[in-house]
């Protein structure tokens, strides 16, 4: 819920009046800190590790939505959202370049790419769905 177009168009509006109050830039780099950056995200459990490669792409796909959103989000926070993308796509490449284990290094690919696409066509990228992961059976 916080990148909900309105919630972060406030954001973007109440720093601006009072630079006291976080303003999106620094709420979405603490978001991709505690996802994507998070040194400690990848779990000893295989389980437990796709469940967090799974919470990395919602941040990223929320994003995503949050730049494309012409009817409830203001330019600033889907430019802010676009630049947070960006500079995502910058940290993964970078990553993926220096990784040794593969499926970590798929997963940066995969950042990677569809933040690519996305930036060279935002209205036209079809946002990947949010899929409800499978349960335990």
């Known amino acids: 819920m916080i990148l909900q177009p309105a919630r972060a168009s406030r954001l973007v509006d109440f720093h601006a009046r009072n630079k006291e109050y976080p303003g999106l830039a620094e709420v979405v780099d603490k978001l991709v800190a505690a996802t994507w950056k998070s040194s400690d995200k990848y779990p000893s459990s295989p389980y437990l590790t796709e469940?967090?490669?799974?919470?990395?792409n919602v941040a990223m796909i929320y994003l995503m939505h949050l730049a494309q959103d012409e009817n409830?989000?203001?330019p600033q926070a889907r430019a802010v959202a676009l630049l947070k993308l960006?500079?995502?796509k910058s940290w993964l490449a970078a990553r993926s370049a220096e990784e040794k284990d593969e499926d970590l290094r798929a997963h940066y690919k995969y950042g990677t790419l569809q933040i690519s696409l996305f930036i060279a066509d935002p209205k036209g990228f079809k946002i990947p769905p949010l899929l409800t992961?499978?349960?335990r059976e």
């Not at 469940?51 to 990395?56: A, E, L, T």
């Open 51 to 56: 469940i967090q490669r799974i919470v990395d």
């Open 72 to 74: 409830a989000a203001s």
């Open 86 to 88: 960006d500079e995502l």
């Open 133 to 135: 992961p499978p349960g």
